[in-house]
C-alpha cells in the first residue's frame, strides 16, 4: 500500500452530524471525495439534501437523515438507517455544536438554562453519539472523531460556557479511546477561527474591515482564517488508515495559535 493509498476510504461508511453547511459540510464532502459512503445529519432536511446531491455527483451514496443530536433516539434512528441503507458503520463524526443561542457568555453571568443548554449541545450529544456508534460498529472496529475547537484550550473569558464544554470533550475523547481499544480509535479535531456562518453571527462580524481586524486581534501565527477544508482533510486523516497508530488525541488545526 503507498503512502496515498493510506488516506482513501473506499467502501467505508460515515455518519456525520451537522452536515448540513458550513465545517460539516466540507466534513461530508471531503470523506466522500475519499472514498466513503455518507449518512448526513442535521436538524434542516433541506441543507441536508443539497450535500446529498453533492456527494451523489460524486459517485458516492448518500442518505439525507433529519436529527436532533440530543436525543438519544433520535441518534438510535440514525445509526440504524445508516446501517440499513449503506452497510456497517464505520466512522462517526459528531460535528454538531457550536453556541445554542449564538451568544458567548462569561461563566458568572450565564443563566442555568443557558448552561444546560450548552453543555446538552456540546458534550451531551458527543457522548450519546459515542454510545450509539460503539454500539453499531462491526468487530473490525471503526472511527469516532468529535470536533472539538481552540477554545478547548486555557482561560475563555467571555466564552466560558462554550469553552468548557469542548475542554470536557477532549477529556471524553481520551477516556473514550482507553474503554473502546483496540477495537475503535477515538479522537478529536480542534478547529482554530474559521469565518463559518455561525461564528461570524457571534463575533458580530458584518464586514470585511471587522473580519480582518479580528484577525489582527487574533494573532494567529500563519496570519490567516482557516478554511472548512483545512478542518476535513485533518478529519480525513483521523478517519483513514493513515493515522491508524494515533487514538485519545485532539489535533489542533488553528494555524499555530
Not at 168 to 184: D, F, G, H, M, Y
Not at 191 to 217: C, H, V, W, Y
Not at 235 to 250: L, N, R
Request: charged share 20%; aromatic share 6%.
Amino acid at each position: 500500500m503507498s503512502i496515498l493509498d493510506r488516506f482513501k476510504l473506499d467502501g467505508e461508511v460515515a455518519v456525520v452530524t451537522g452536515a448540513g453547511k458550513g465545517i460539516g459540510r466540507a466534513i461530508a464532502i471531503g470523506l466522500a471525495e475519499a472514498g466513503a459512503n455518507i449518512a448526513l445529519a442535521a436538524r434542516t432536511a433541506d441543507d441536508l439534501d443539497d450535500v446529498a446531491k453533492t456527494i451523489e455527483a460524486l459517485g458516492r451514496k448518500a442518505i439525507a437523515v433529519p436529527t436532533d443530536v440530543t436525543s438519544m433516539d433520535a441518534l438510535e434512528y440514525l445509526a440504524e438507517q445508516t446501517t440499513e441503507n449503506l452497510g456497517k458503520l464505520s466512522i462517526w463524526v459528531s460535528n454538531a455544536g457550536g453556541l445554542p443561542d449564538g451568544t458567548p457568555r462569561y461563566l458568572t453571568r450565564t443563566p442555568e438554562e443557558n448552561w444546560d443548554a450548552q453543555i446538552e449541545l456540546n458534550l451531551k450529544a458527543v457522548w450519546m453519539g459515542a454510545v450509539v456508534a460503539a454500539k453499531h460498529m462491526p468487530e473490525d472496529g471503526g472511527n469516532i472523531i468529535s470536533i472539538s475547537s481552540r477554545a478547548s484550550y486555557g482561560g475563555q473569558i467571555k466564552n466560558g460556557p462554550y469553552g468548557a464544554s469542548k475542554a470536557a470533550v477532549n477529556s471524553l475523547t481520551a477516556t473514550l479511546s482507553l474503554e473502546l481499544a483496540p477495537k475503535i480509535r477515538v479522537n478529536a479535531v480542534a478547529p482554530g477561527p474559521i469565518p463559518t456562518e455561525n461564528f461570524e453571527d457571534s463575533m458580530g462580524i458584518d464586514s470585511e474591515e471587522k473580519r480582518a481586524a479580528l484577525l489582527k486581534q487574533i494573532g494567529i501565527p500563519l496570519q490567516r482564517y482557516g478554511t472548512e477544508e483545512d478542518i476535513a482533510a485533518a478529519v480525513v486523516y483521523m478517519a483513514s488508515p493513515a493515522s491508524s497508530w494515533v487514538t485519545g488525541q485532539c489535533l489542533f488545526v488553528t494555524g499555530g495559535r
